[in-house]
């Protein structure tokens, strides 16, 4: 019994230093007396959590409040040195890597092009090199190391950190978080890409007002994580989300997609099907100048060659995009008749076109969309673009240590 109550006090006082951390994090600079007002907690209490934080020098003071009357009270804020954190993001055909300080600002970063037909495990020791390099970056400054998060394509197991399939990289079964852990000696998490990139935009980005909202991760797959009731929702077994394999467009000739399906979603509105429309137009030889920015550059087809094209005019990369818009557009229709949400937010190295496709995107929800509920919802790009992931690799180490002060190491 008195093993109990000891367990419950250890609860309830790990969750208040969350409470208060997380108030500083997303407020700063606060001051006691707010913290003590905003939470409900008293000030002897507040006070007490405060010497806590600023010993585990997570927090620090910073100047003083001299508004109003009486005694100019100290103010609180995160401290930028209390560690960093190594964010991942594992893409279908490239690694990024980034190092942040605690409030999540880059101070090195790396992206490496990938291939994934070579397998995971050289995939794995090519991204296992760059961490290396990261990790010493981090020390390099001084700075304990709170966690490595990694954002994968797929489903992903995230009580053991297994990525337990991945269509597009057609991988099963990965033991993703034991790999990284036991070469790194950091606290590995593992998530799904959209999953992360939700938890970025919450944290760091246009979501930190919203409560209901759907991320929509565009690469080569199409992935959602969908924000509702201000969570993160993950389904029974964490696979929530899984988007771009619904079968709205079903037509039985169409291309099969990567999970073995047809009429995938993601085949008509990720950038394959871009590279694919643009090959179709060319072969009818409509003028375009893409060709000749291939030859110019010695490049293949890519999104950002494509992107390139449309910014100097060319009709044939705007309309491919704007067609692919069309299929994008239809798809998050459907999500939002689902699930009503305040904001769609479209982020991965498909953002970077977002510009080109967000008008036809418009015009296909407000065209399937029951009007009342269409009318409601905003659609927007992610300022990170194609980092979305990577920044939501981030945000999942620190949205865990901001929910468990008391397990950063002590320094
Ligand atoms: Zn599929």
């Known amino acids: 019994m008195e093993l109990k109550i000891i367990t419950d006090q250890t609860f309830v006082r790990e969750q208040n230093l969350s409470l208060a951390l997380r108030r500083i994090y997303n407020e700063a600079p606060v001051s006691r ?39 100019p009270a100290t103010l609180l804020e995160i401290n930028p040195q209390a560690g960093c954190i190594i964010g991942v993001d594992l893409g279908v055909d490239f690694v990024s890597v980034a190092v942040t300080d605690f409030p999540g600002n880059i101070f090195w970063r790396r992206t490496e092009k990938a291939d994934p037909t070579e397998g995971q495990e050289k ?92 991320m929509v991760f565009a690469g080569v797959g199409i992935g959602g994580g969908f924000f509702l009731n201000g969570q993160l929702y993950r ?29 995938c979603w993601e085949t008509y509105a990720n950038q ?64 939002v008749n689902f699930l009503n949400p305040e904001k769609i937010i479209i982020g991965g190295p498909l953002s970077v076109a977002g510009s080109y496709m967000l008008p036809s995107i418009l015009e296909a929800v407000n065209r399937h969309c029951l009007p009342e509920i269409g009318q409601k919802v905003s659609i927007e790009l992610s300022q990170f673009g194609a980092d979305s992931s990577l920044i939501g690799a981030i945000a999942i180490v620190v949205d865990d240590a901001l929910s468990n002060p008391s397990h950063i190491e002590r320094r």
């Open 123 to 214: 995939m794995i020791d090519q991204t296992l090199a760059i961490v290396r390099e990261a990790m010493t970056a981090g020390k390099r400054k001084g700075y304990r190391i709170l966690g490595l998060g990694l954002a994968t394509p797929g489903t992903v197991d995230l009580d053991e950190g297994v990525l337990i399939f991945a269509p597009n990289l057609h991988w099963h079964n990965i033991p993703l978080r034991q790999k990284f852990s036991a070469q790194t000696g950091l606290k590995v998490f593992v998530e799904n890409d959209a999953n992360a990139a939700a938890v970025g935009e919450h944290l760091f980005g246009i979501a930190r007002q919203s409560t209901d909202f759907i």
């Open 272 to 335: 394959y099907s871009i590279i694919q429309r643009i090959h179709a137009r060319l072969e009818v030889k409509r003028t375009s100048l893409i060709p000749q920015m291939m030859a110019e550059q010695n490049a293949p087809l890519s999104i950002p060659l494509i992107k390139q094209a449309a910014d100097a005019g060319d009709t044939e990369a705007i309309g491919s995009f704007a067609e692919a818009g069309l299929a994008m557009g239809r798809g998050l229709a459907t999500l």
């Open 235 to 263: 389904g029974k077994n964490g696979y929530a989300g899984e988007i771009g394999h619904s079968p709205i467009m079903a037509e039985p000739t169409q291309s099969p997609c990567h999970c073995g399906n047809r009429g």
């Open 33 to 71: 007396a707010q913290l003590a007002a905003e939470t409900g907690l008293n000030k002897s209490t507040v006070s007490s959590l405060v010497e806590e934080l600023l010993e585990r020098q997570l927090i620090h003071e910073t100047g003083s409040n001299s508004k109003g009357a009486g005694r």
